[in-house]
């Protein structure tokens, strides 16, 4: 029995820290909410079975009959006997109930079945939380698309632009002289640049 592959699973999630062993660490993990799925050994005591049944209403988790005595759960987990036990796995506790579903589907088919539902929406939760944590910490960037045809995208401006003044438009005939703009050069009869003012005598 210790190669039974519903046994070796337990194993790997005592190792991994998966699982908790007796009816107190049990009913914690359910009222928090961290348990997946609960097992009873196949000689358990009315007593442990009510328990196991107000333990799984409480936290909202499956409670399962495993097709194992007490001595060989206590065997696996190293111990002298457990009548009960649960998984805080969501992936590990389908793993087992699909195991067991391929022993005696007609009893843990539908059972397996709803875990693995669950397991794949912890999988879901847990990539897009990742992705969210790697965005957060890299910055997401949109990436380049070209602009639509027909429109052309203005280059991007650096700084403040100013607005362009208005320039108005004169209407200049053939013969009509031009004022001198307000800002042109003076210049001497020489054609000397003046510069400075001028003081009247």
Known sequence: MPNDPVLRLLGLARKAGRLEVG???VGAACRSRQARLVL???DAAPNTRRRAAHFGEAGNVLWLEAP???GELGFVLGRSSCAMLALTDAGLAASVAEKLAARDPD????AAAQLRTRADRVLQRQK???QHEKNLRQGRRKPWAP????REEAPPQRGRSRPAKAVR???VGPGTPVPPS????????????LTGKFRKP
Do not use: I, V
């Not at 602009?147 to 027909?150: K, L, S, T």
């Not at 307000?182 to 640049?193: E, F, L, M, T, W």
């Open 23 to 25: 009816e107190e660490p």
């Open 40 to 42: 009873l050994a196949a």
């Open 68 to 70: 194992f005595e007490k």
């Open 107 to 110: 009893k843990y088919g539908p």
């Open 128 to 130: 897009e939380q990742r």
């Open 147 to 150: 602009p639509p045809p027909g």
């Open 169 to 171: 438009s004169a209407k």
């Open 182 to 193: 307000p800002k042109a050069d003076k210049r001497g009869p020489a054609g000397r640049r």
